[in-house]
């Protein structure tokens, strides 16, 4: 067990909605990561957010957006669904940047059909 | 943006063999690591080098760095079934304001009885 909780395991949504997906990082940690992972694309970065601020970008859609709350758990907001957004969305969490260990989630299955 | 690539893509190998996988990587870095994913669960870490390190062991695993090949090789030793998995390779790449680690495409390591 990582100590990063993902909510939920599993999604199946249609076209055109919209989706949140939510991750409790490890105790302590600071620092949380969204990546997207698809087969074709392999493990993408998305987003880091360090103590309740955004601070970094990596290839995000402008139709997804994310947040970090005061009490460090973080939201995934996928919207506009597409079939190509279907993938496995993983959270990650570490103490300070990505110089360090990060500790992953199990991750949210998203199907869009 | 891809800072690793591993190669090879996919390893078979008979439980008791070594498994040798390699990563390159393109700009210069402070520490490189490496993480397993089993089948569609979450990243887990295993190892960190330091750019100051040629080697480090863990148990089974032994990490190489040469940086000035910019590149790592992770082998295991008397692999088993259960460390059929994916392993990835990760780089830290620099935001302006944050980091996040940049996986290769991972190989795909299996291991049958």
């Known amino acids: 067990d990582s100590g990063v909780t993902q909510t939920p395991k599993h999604l199946i949504t249609a076209t055109g909605q919209r989706v949140t997906l939510r991750c409790s990082p490890r105790s302590g940690d600071l620092s949380v990561y969204w990546y997207q992972q698809s087969l074709d694309q392999g493990l993408q970065f998305l987003i880091q957010?360090?103590?309740?601020?955004?601070?970094a970008k990596g290839n995000i859609l402008e139709r997804f957006s994310a947040q970090q709350f005061p009490d460090l758990h973080s939201e995934l907001n996928l919207s506009s669904l597409e079939l190509g957004d279907s993938a496995l969305y993983f959270c990650?969490?570490?103490?300070?940047?990505?110089?360090?260990?990060?500790?992953f989630g199990q991750g949210t299955r998203l199907t869009v059909v | 943006s891809q800072q690793g690539e591993e190669d090879p893509q996919a390893l078979s190998i008979q439980e008791g063999e070594n498994a040798t996988m390699n990563c390159s990587y393109k700009?210069?870095?402070?520490?490189l690591q490496w993480y397993r994913q089993n089948s569609g669960r979450g990243l887990v870490h295993l190892i960190l080098i330091r750019s100051n390190e040629r080697e480090k062991h863990s148990g089974r695993l032994r990490v190489t760095l040469d940086t000035s090949k910019k590149s790592s090789s992770l082998l295991i030793t008397a692999s088993r079934a259960a460390d059929t998995a994916s392993y990835f390779c990760a780089t830290v790449e620099l935001y302006q304001a944050g980091t996040a680690l940049i996986f290769g495409k991972g190989t795909t390591l299996s291991v049958s009885s």
């Open positions: 990650a969490s570490s103490v300070s940047g990505a110089g360090t260990e990060a500790f």
């Open positions: 957010y360090y103590n309740g601020e955004e601070r």
């Open positions: 700009t210069s870095i402070n520490n």
